[in-house]
Structures are given as C-alpha cells and as structure tokens.
T-cell receptor, first 112, second 114 residues
C-alpha cells in the first residue's frame, strides 16, 4: 500500500534559521506531490506542488521543495523562517487516481 | 467565491447520537472528499466521491455514511456516534475528471463525542 512518511513530528526553530522537513513516499510509479500548510485554527492550504518537469519547485511564502526520484523524497525547505511560519505541514502524494495520501504532519514552532 | 463550506464548525454529541456534517463547494469540482484529522496521524480518507452519483470508501469508512446530493454537496453522516469518532473533519474538493490537481479544503468541523 502507498504511504507517506514525515520524519519529524515536531520542529522548533528560531527566527531566521533554515528549515528542511523530510518527506518520503512508497510508490514505484509516477507520482504527483504536494505540500500543504495548516496555520493554527485554519484549514489546509496548498503550499506547493510537483507534477512533472523541474524537480525543484517553488511555492508561496519563500518555500521550495525538491523531488528526488531515486530517494522517493520530496523535502520542503525555506532558507530563513519567520514567526508567521508556525504551522503544521503535510506532505501528500497522489499516484494518478482519486485518492491523495497524506503524511502524519510536522508541527513547526518558530520562536520570535 | 466561498470555495468549500462546511457546517457546523463545532459539535458535541453523546455516544449513540447521530448527526450529519454538511459540505458544499462552488468551484464546479467533480471530486469531493471527507477526511478526519487526528493528532500524529495526519489526514485519513473516510469516503470520497469521484463524481456526482458515485461514492467510494477510503481508509477509515467504518461508522460513517455519505451522500453526494448533487455536484455541489457531499454530506457525511454518523449514525451512532462513538468516542473514537472524536476528531476534526475536513471536507475537500478537486477538479477531478482524470486530472490530478490540488485539493481545496473547508474550515473543518471539530466533533467531540462524550
């Protein structure tokens, strides 16, 4: 069965620190990859997505992610986090059907 | 353009009570979904509807039923609520029609079963 693993459940950073959140999936075929963000008390919003082409994708608010097919990974990065980035981040995978599988999420807390 | 609208936002039920969570989208999307979100488990798919008139089970369908009333509306029903169904429920929609696109989510319903 397809699955998505997010390595860190909780991350605490100081403002201006760099961020990298890991995401690995288990599926050998073509994938469509997403990162969603959920700010406190809000619904999930799309941060960025990868369907094909350049494996380095840029999203909103300075986030980017790199798809490494050989490692089945889609890690999220941001060079310098802000207090307003405090949120929960979800990696998600779609293998072409109607279902999208979500990871367990990573809670990021940024200290001002 | 409201996107995906869920009602209610909060609900407390007693064990054994029933209720229906409502969801409507105004984006003319074909696919609609119900997820539950539990701490440390991410979002788990309960049921989905690939298109109007069809529904299918997701990962955790037990204890739930759904109705795709029309293209806009997709409701989730708990017939006999149990404490294990305490969760935050999210409705989502996607364009569908063979295309993989991102999902748009509602604000969520926080349900507590006592």
């Amino acid at each position: 069965a397809q699955s998505v693993s997010q390595h860190n459940h909780h991350v605490i950073l100081s403002e201006a620190a760099s961020l990298e959140l890991g995401c690995n999936y288990s599926y050998g075929g073509t994938v469509n990859l997403f990162w969603y963000v959920q700010y406190p008390g809000q619904h999930l919003q799309l941060l960025l997505k990868y369907f094909s082409g350049d494996p380095l994708v840029k999203g909103i608010k300075g986030f980017e992610a790199e798809f490494i097919k050989s490692k089945f990974s889609f890690n999220l990065r941001k060079p310098s986090v802000q207090w307003s980035d405090t949120a929960e981040y979800f990696c998600a995978v779609n293998t072409g059907g109607f279902k999208t599988i979500f990871g367990a999420g990573t809670r990021l807390f940024v200290k001002a | 353009n409201a996107g995906v609208t869920q009602t209610p936002k909060f609900q407390v039920l007693k064990t054994g009570q029933s209720m229906t969570l409502q969801c409507a989208q105004d984006m003319n999307h074909n696919s609609m979904y119900w997820y539950r979100q539990d701490p440390g488990m991410g979002l788990r798919l309960i049921y989905y509807s690939a298109s109007e008139g069809t529904t299918d089970k997701g990962e955790v369908p037990n204890g739930y039923n759904v109705s795709r009333l029309n293209k806009r509306e997709f409701s989730l029903r708990l017939e006999s609520a149990a404490p294990s169904q305490t969760s935050v429920y999210f409705c989502a929609s996607r364009l569908g029609q063979g295309l993989v696109t991102e999902a748009f989510f509602g604000q969520g319903t926080r349900l507590t079963v006592v």
